[in-house]
Structure formats: structure tokens, C-alpha cells
């Protein structure tokens, strides 16, 4: 699990990131973004600030936030033949369907939570980012352990699930990078089940970037680490409801071309499998709403780094400066 060294730096992080502990003392109420004001739930997004700092309705909160569905009352939920509050159907497990895990976590916080942006981009300071750094290269460099400090051992890799930042993947990527790893990579159905596995157990409802995106100088989606081609389909890729029936071609297989076009006398149904998109712009995440499968998403959206250990314990490597290039 978490390493006690790694439980200590999460504590000197909070220390800049204060003011994230909800205050309010009722239930069915929620703390604004930005101070200790409170107010009801079934008041968020609902085409009026109630907050003074206007967070109630910030699109990064709406875009997620569930009002009212099928005939229930605002702030309540659908789900089999019974209404729920937004409160209680964050807790059932047969209403994971209908609201989503970003709403449900700032719920359970009992706060509304929004990126915390510097004017370079990233909702980490580089004073943070510089004390993490640090402590990996010291860990790498003075102690004989399994992972260093931040990374746990996940199968065969070290991994740190660092769930405090939310950048888009450019940066996540450049986070990952200045403690010495990467974003993670996948060589193996082995390597990928570990991980699903560890972040079962682990009970995780956060988003994270993995290392892939689609590369217009291969024309494939590949790994960002060494630039080969991701795998796809089966099992790695999530599979995805659509709206309409399509009729499903072969299975997809060519990382370098478009997915094929079925025969006229194909079946048709309605699910489909990412990648969806290839165009710059795209790249993959693992996600709780899919069951940490891997998508498809805009690369400006904003999620946790998954960093894996690229460093060996070698004093060369690790004298030199992590590289800060995306």
C-alpha cells in the first residue's frame, strides 16, 4: 500500500493546498469552492449563484452534476423504481450508473471543488512540485527499498497515483517526468490486470492520464515513452454505449489505420469500442465511469497523474536534472 514517507509528503502538500475541509454541518448542504459558505445541495446548478464565489454553477462542477432525473424531485435521482437523494445514490451501487464519480467525491467531501490553476498551467506549485522531487531523489539515492518514496509496487512496476493533482495531460505528463518517471505504459496484459486489480481494492474513484495519445508523426496511437504502438481493442479498451446501432466491421487490429468499414450484411449493435478519435488532440485516461478501462479523452480535460519509476539506482541517471520537456 502507501508508504509511510508517502503519507508524510501528502501531509506537507495539504499544507498548500489548504482549505479543502468542509465545514458544513448538515448533510443535505455543501461548502462553496472558495469559502466556508454553505448551501443546500438541491440548490447546485440550478441557473443561479447561491455562492459568492460563484462556484454553485462553474461549468467544471455542472458539466458533472446531476439535477433532477426521470420524474424525481431536484437533487434526486432515479434508480430501479426508487428516488434518491444525490447524498444517498453516491452510496448505492445499483445508481453508479446515473450520476457521476466526480460529483459523488465532491459530495462526499461535503465541498465543491474546482482546479486550482498557477498562469502556468498546472494546479501544483512548483514549490510543491520541488519538494516531491527532491524526496524521490533522495529515496533513490540513500535508501535500499523496493520503490522509492511516492511509488508503490503495483505487479512488476513502481507507480505513484499522485490523486491531489488534476492537470490536463501535458502537464501530467511533465509532473510525472520531474520525479523521475513517465506517464504509465503498458507492455503487458500482466502489467495492466495488476493495476485494475490494485486500484479495485484500493476503492479509487479517481481519474488518472496514462502514457498514450495519438501521434500524428506515426499515425497511430502510441506510447509517448518510446513511441510505439498502443494496443487495441480487447482487453485493454473500454467498451462504450452509443445512442444508435452500427453496424460492427472486423475487429480493428492495424494501429495505423482507420478502423474498417463492415459489410453491408453486418449486425449491428449498440456499443462500441475506444479509440474513438484519430486526431491530434486525444489522449488516453483510465477511468472510474468505465471500470478503468482505457479511453479516449480530449487531452486538455483535466485528471491525475499515473506516473511509472523510470529511473534504475544509478548515480549518473540521477545526478542529472529530470527532464521537463513535454
Not at 2 to 16: D, E, N, P, R, W
Not at 143 to 158: A, E, F, H, I, S
Not at 244 to 267: E, I, K, N
Amino acid at each position: 500500500m502507501v508508504h509511510v514517507g508517502v503519507l508524510s509528503l501528502l501531509g506537507l502538500t495539504a499544507m498548500f493546498l489548504a482549505g479543502t475541509e468542509a465545514r458544513c454541518s448538515s448533510g443535505s448542504q455543501i461548502e462553496c469552492h472558495a469559502n466556508s459558505q454553505c448551501i443546500a445541495i438541491t440548490s447546485v446548478c440550478d441557473s443561479g449563484k447561491h455562492c459568492n464565489d460563484g462556484s454553485d454553477e462553474d461549468p467544471y462542477v455542472c458539466e458533472t452534476w446531476t439535477r433532477t432525473s426521470q420524474g424525481c424531485g431536484a437533487g434526486s435521482v432515479r434508480c430501479g423504481y426508487n428516488c434518491w437523494s444525490i447524498a444517498d445514490a453516491c452510496t448505492r451501487s445499483d445508481c453508479r450508473s446515473q450520476v457521476n464519480p466526480r460529483m459523488c467525491e465532491m459530495v462526499r467531501a461535503g465541498k465543491l471543488n474546482l482546479p486550482q490553476k498557477t498562469p502556468e498551467g498546472m494546479n501544483m506549485t512548483s514549490g510543491i512540485v520541488a519538494v516531491l522531487t527532491t524526496a524521490v531523489n533522495t529515496s533513490l539515492k540513500n535508501q535500499k527499498r523496493d520503490c522509492p518514496m511516492l511509488y508503490t509496487r503495483v505487479g512488476q512496476l513502481c507507480l505513484a497515483l499522485f490523486s491531489p493533482a488534476k492537470v490536463p495531460w501535458p502537464e501530467a505528463r511533465q509532473f510525472c517526468r520531474s520525479i523521475y518517471g513517465d506517464l504509465v505504459k503498458f507492455d503487458n496484459l500482466s502489467d495492466f490486470g495488476h493495476l485494475v486489480l490494485y486500484m479495485r481494492n484500493s476503492r479509487l474513484t479517481t481519474d488518472f492520464w496514462v502514457g498514450g495519445r495519438f501521434d500524428l508523426d506515426t499515425n497511430a496511437w502510441s506510447w509517448t515513452v518510446d513511441d510505439s504502438v498502443m494496443p487495441l481493442g480487447t482487453p485493454y479498451w473500454a467498451v462504450r454505449h452509443s445512442s444508435s446501432c452500427v453496424r460492427r466491421p472486423p475487429p480493428h487490429t492495424d494501429p495505423f489505420s482507420s478502423p474498417t468499414t463492415a459489410l453491408p450484411d453486418a449486425p449491428c449493435f449498440t456499443n462500441t469500442q475506444a479509440p474513438a478519435q484519430r486526431q491530434e488532440g486525444w489522449c488516453s485516461a483510465l477511468t472510474y465511469e468505465h471500470y478503468y478501462y482505457m479511453t479516449d479523452q480530449s487531452c486538455q480535460e483535466e485528471r491525475s497523474p499515473l506516473c511509472m519509476l523510470e529511473a534504475d539506482d544509478d548515480d549518473d541517471q540521477l545526478n542529472e536534472e529530470p527532464e521537463g520537456k513535454v
